[in-house]
């Protein structure tokens, strides 16, 4: 008998310590993260004991590091513990990850085969350098995209029309749609008026059929409607035209709507250069019933810094610069005013703009800045209630940014909405019974948000 219990415990010490098993993340195309992401992943265990011993490695493009915080379940799921942990550090760009868990036996590290890659894109936080004059540094903002868009229906409400480039309702639910043909026309009841309210191109000084016109051209690229509808009926819109030195000019004006047409026109600016042949501009009324306009920065980079000139800029505010701005958002308990961007060389950017009075004028000062994951192109702004959302030509057609309620500045995290829907949507509107409508280039959907 003791013989045979000698041999017991040789055979015992004789086994190797069991390597864990691979840890696995699933398959899945390019996934863009953020800094408030966390990696997830299913580890096989014999029990939550034996898993209490595992420890993981982290492989970014080739390079080992331990991972943070890790928490798994307590319970398994057909041999398999749900794991998760925060990302680990990463420049903004396109990294491959990989994972292995260890164990450590003697002061020996017995790890497992690395899982299969999984393709990243880092959006990082963007804190450019203030801008002289500024009252104080740009503060951080961070946005986490998930795929977890559960509580969004959309339905299409029209369909038929061209090139959508703004909506904006009228205090009684009419649909006032803008597009880059050069026409405004108008949705009612749920029906599209046969006749448009407005054709810039035929208005006194339109760029009607003359030779030598600019490419952009006789376009309507934002509206805007009077806070004061009922009584003034003044609709703002923001077009394009001919300059007097014969190259691509935005034109502000106001109208008077009559029986769902646009008409006595009054221009209030108008020659200011716009790039072509993509102009880009954006136009709202603020919480103050002031009414801001932004256009971008005509072709000339030098613009922007030259504060003689209202390119590059939203009119109304400090000069801060801004490349392409595609659109405003007022979020109303804090009065942050959201604008998006579309920077040279591709970069888009969301920022946090806190509006105030200093020396009795109206100035703003940028206090967060969130970048947009490439390729994103966006096109328009809107705030629903606690959120940001943000529509786009490139990447993700539509995106649900949640505001931080600790700071009114900061995004918590987006979720990409309509992800199954491959149109780019263009234009963003909310409606007095607080439905939001977007628009593709020839549809209007509304969109049912909680």
């Known amino acids: 008998m003791s ?20 840890p696995s993340m699933g398959s899945s195309p390019e996934q863009t993260v953020g800094v408030n992401d966390r990696l997830a992943w299913d580890q096989s265990a014999a029990d939550a004991a034996e898993l209490g011993t595992f420890h993981y490695a982290i492989y970014v493009d080739g390079t080992r590091s331990v991972l943070p915080d890790v928490s798994c379940a307590t ?41 299969q890659g999984l393709q990243v894109r880092f959006v990082g936080v963007v804190t450019p350098a203030p801008i002289q004059g500024a009252a104080s540094p740009f503060g951080p903002a961070a946005a986490a995209v998930s795929r977890a868009a559960g509580d969004t229906q959309s339905s ?19 649909l006032f749609i803008a597009d880059r043909t050069g026409r405004v026309r108008v949705m009612r009841g749920g029906a599209l008026l ?23 051209a006789g376009a309507v690229l934002a509206l805007a409607v009077d806070p004061q509808f009922d009584r003034t009926h003044f609709v703002y819109v923001l077009s394009t035209a001919r300059s007097r030195r014969r190259t691509l000019a935005f034109v502000l004006a106001r109208y008077r709507e009559a029986a769902d047409t646009l008409a006595d026109r ?50 109304r505010l400090n000069a801060e610069p801004y490349h392409s701005p595609r659109g405003l958002g007022w979020e109303t308990e804090s009065g942050i005013m959201w604008v998006v961007d579309a920077a040279a060389g591709g970069d888009a950017h969301v920022n946090a703009v806190d509006v105030g009075s200093i020396n009795g004028r109206k100035r703003g000062v940028t206090k967060a800045t969130v970048a947009l994951p490439p390729p994103d192109e966006p096109s328009a702004l809107a705030v629903f209630h606690d959120s940001v959302l943000i529509a ?59």
Request: proline residues 8%.
């Open 156 to 174: 299409f409400v029209a369909e038929g029309l061209e090139q959508v480039s703004d909506l904006a309702f009228t205090p009684d639910g009419r």
């Open 75 to 115: 319970v398994s799921t057909a041999g398999t513990f749900a794991c998760s942990s925060r990302l680990p550090s990463m420049s903004p760009g396109r990294h491959l990850l990989e994972l292995a868990a260890f164990v450590t036996v003697d002061g020996s590290v017995l790890e497992s085969a690395k899982s």
């Open 3 to 22: 013989i045979v219990l000698i041999n017991l415990v040789l055979l015992a010490c004789s086994e190797k310590p069991a390597v864990p098993a691979t």
């Open 194 to 216: 046969p006749q448009p309210a407005l054709e810039v191109r035929l208005e006194p000084g339109g760029i009607g059929d003359a030779a030598g016109t600019p490419d952009g």
């Open 392 to 450: 786009s030509v490139q990447g993700e057609p539509l995106v649900r940014g949640r505001i931080d309620p600790n700071d009114r500045t900061r995004l918590m995290k987006t979720e990409a909405l309509r992800q199954n829907e491959n149109d780019a949507v263009q234009a963003l509107a909310v409606a007095p019974d607080g439905a939001v409508y977007f628009a593709t280039a020839r549809a209007i959907g509304r969109l049912s948000l909680q």
């Open 266 to 315: 009054v221009v209030l600016l108008d020659d200011v250069p716009a790039a072509s042949p993509d102009p880009a501009g954006a136009l709202r009324f603020g919480p103050d019933a002031k009414l801001y306009v932004a256009f971008d920065a005509g072709g000339d980079a030098r613009l922007p810094g030259d504060l003689a000139s209202p390119n590059g800029k939203v009119l």
